[in-house]
């Protein structure tokens, strides 16, 4: 019984994601603080990383979700209606603070990032998923990056559609 409950509990340690965990890392005020000066800033408004051609769409959505494309999908949500996974969601990523979420603990490094000033945007988020050892050494994400930067592109693209918020939020 105790090794099947370590069995189950292990990648909760491993990825930080523990299904308990109500912890939120930033009050708003913190919050205000961090995002001053990208508060005007609507990344999700940037219409040249969208397209609506269907092929593209489906593209996007090969790269995000399937193991050939970015593996993302596996451990992240990306709706707000999306169930809590073993990595922190993306819902609302484009313009939040590094290490900055609900329901995730964050890596030392993560949090670090936060207190340096790193926003996610799309440019910054390309950089990380294309080698996130190196772009933040010391975060938990263990996949290696991706090279093509089709795909990463199409990553971006995807969260870009998917990850909006709803206005009012």
Not at 52 to 69: C, L, M, Y
Not at 115 to 144: C, H, K
């Amino acid at each position: 019984m105790v090794i099947i409950g370590i069995a189950f509990y292990l990648p909760f340690l491993i990825f930080g994601a523990f299904p308990y965990n109500t912890k939120i890392n930033s009050n708003s005020d913190e919050m205000g603080q961090l995002l001053e000066g990208f508060e005007s800033v609507d990344f999700y408004a940037m219409s040249e990383y969208l397209t609506e051609s269907p092929e593209e769409i489906q593209r996007e959505i090969h790269a995000f979700e399937t193991w050939e494309g970015g593996k993302c999908r596996f451990c992240h949500a990306v709706k707000k209606e999306d169930r809590d996974r073993m990595a922190p969601t993306l819902y609302g990523i484009f313009g939040r603070p590094a290490g900055v979420g609900n329901n995730y603990t964050y890596s030392d490094a993560l949090i670090n990032m936060k207190t340096n000033g790193l926003i996610w945007t799309p440019e910054t988020l390309d950089a990380f998923i294309l080698n996130p050892s190196e772009y933040i050494p010391g975060n938990r994400m263990r996949v290696q990056g991706i090279e093509d930067p089709e795909t990463r592109k199409l990553i971006v693209n995807y969260l870009m559609r998917e990850s909006k918020p709803i206005k009012g939020e």
